[in-house]
T-cell receptor, first 114, second 112 residues
Framework: DAKTTQPPSMDCAEGRAANLPCNHSTISGNEYVYWYRQIHSQGPQYIIH???NNETNEMASLIITEDRKSSTLILPHATLRDTAVYYC???????????????FGSGTQLTVLP | DGGITQSPKYLFRKEGQNVTLSCEQNLNHDAMYWYRQDPGQGLRLIYYSQIVNDFQKGDIAEGYSVSREKKESFPLTVTSAQKNPTAFYLC???????????FGPGTRLTVT
């Protein structure tokens, strides 16, 4: 799995967009970008993933640069409940019949301020 | 509601005792995982199972054991051989070919 670099912490005002960056300059052609988050003392939660096109779901948007060396997770209207550690993971998706572990780095602590 | 349950949420044990952590899922997922998380750190894989009656060691399996007798259940035993058992233990599951893992709420084990 490719190495990722994220800022250790960020603040965001409630109701504003939170933009969380991730650098993955060694990403290879078949590796996807995944985002999870972990609220304090809870299990991690899957957010979104993508290969090279921008992706959007009910939780967030994922913007991947054209060279795929970095990406940004966007929470369009952050709420206090979005305060969590956000993890960017780059990896090859599962092949048929196999199971794979997730390797989390240290992530970004996002604090949404009232 | 479908999901993953872990029990108990907090567990206290004396050093030298074995303890079993429960993980149950009703998502009909094939694969299940056990991770350990220490304060301020990411996840480390202990064991995983792709199908019933099969499981594989992860990066830090020493001092742990698992069983997978039913698709829904993947209990983890922390044995007395585990040198630093105090940690937050997370169970996850995924559909065999899917990459999104769904996590339980975790069990915080304290051994004194």
């Amino acid at each position: 799995d490719a190495k990722t670099t994220q800022p250790p912490s960020m603040d965001c005002a409630e109701g504003r967009a939170a933009n969380l960056p991730c650098n993955h300059s060694t990403i290879s052609g078949n590796e996807y970008v995944y985002w999870y988050r972990q609220i304090h003392s809870q299990g991690p939660q899957y957010i979104i993933h993508g290969l090279k096109n921008n992706e959007t779901n009910e939780m967030a948007s994922l913007i991947i640069t054209e060279d795929r060396k970095s990406s940004t997770l966007i929470l369009p209207h952050a709420t206090l409940r979005d305060t969590a550690v956000y993890y960017c993971i780059v990896r090859v998706p599962l092949s048929s019949g196999s199971a794979r572990q997730l390797t989390f780095g240290s992530g970004t602590q996002l604090t949404v301020l009232p | 509601d479908g999901g993953i349950t872990q029990s108990p949420k907090y567990l206290f044990r004396k050093e030298g005792q074995n303890v079993t952590l429960s993980c149950e899922q009703n998502l009909n997922h094939d694969a299940m995982y056990w991770y350990r998380q220490d304060p301020g750190q990411g996840l480390r894989l202990i064991y995983y199972s792709q199908i019933v009656n099969d499981f594989q060691k992860g990066d830090i399996a020493e001092g742990y054991s698992v069983s997978r007798e039913k698709k829904e259940s993947f209990p983890l035993t922390v044995t007395s051989a585990q040198k630093n058992p105090t940690a937050f233990y997370l169970c996850a599951s995924s559909i065999g070919r899917a990459d999104e893992q769904y996590f339980g709420p975790g069990t915080r084990l304290t051994v004194t």
